[in-house]
């Protein structure tokens, strides 16, 4: 079994920050893929930050310069850093983990729970 558990999210005000983990936890054999989507009220799913376990990490536009992924490999956990925090950053933040459990051939994708962030005054 294999879970994902977030924390951090909440209300801030317009400018503020906020800090999301996600930590992996079970039978992990390999870890590939770990980042972060959000889905805002009445619109799709979409991607916010990815990184791979090459090293490379991609944003979305609309938070390049704002948003800042990190893991850490040894804890099995993904953060995401959100500094100037706009009101359209409300959402519900998912993070998402592809890996191999022990015992299985390839890859599969692992969603948490979602947290929620809020921009408002």
């Known amino acids: 079994q294999v879970q994902l558990v977030e924390s951090g999210g909440g209300l801030v005000q317009p400018g503020g920050s906020l800090r999301l983990s996600c930590q992996a936890s079970g039978n992990i054999l390999s870890i590939n893929v770990m980042g972060w989507h959000r889905q805002a009220p009445g619109k799709q799913r979409e991607l916010v930050a990815v990184s791979t376990s090459g090293g490379s990490t991609n944003y979305a536009e609309s938070v390049k310069g704002r948003f800042t992924l990190s893991r850490d490999n040894a804890k099995n956990t993904v953060y995401l850093q959100m500094n100037s925090l706009k009101p359209e950053d409300t959402a519900v933040y998912y993070c998402?983990?592809?890996?191999?459990?022990?015992?299985?051939?390839?890859?599969?994708?692992?969603w948490g729970q979602g947290t929620q962030v809020t921009v408002s005054s």
């Open positions: 998402n983990v592809d890996l191999i459990a022990h015992g299985s051939l390839w890859f599969k994708a692992y």
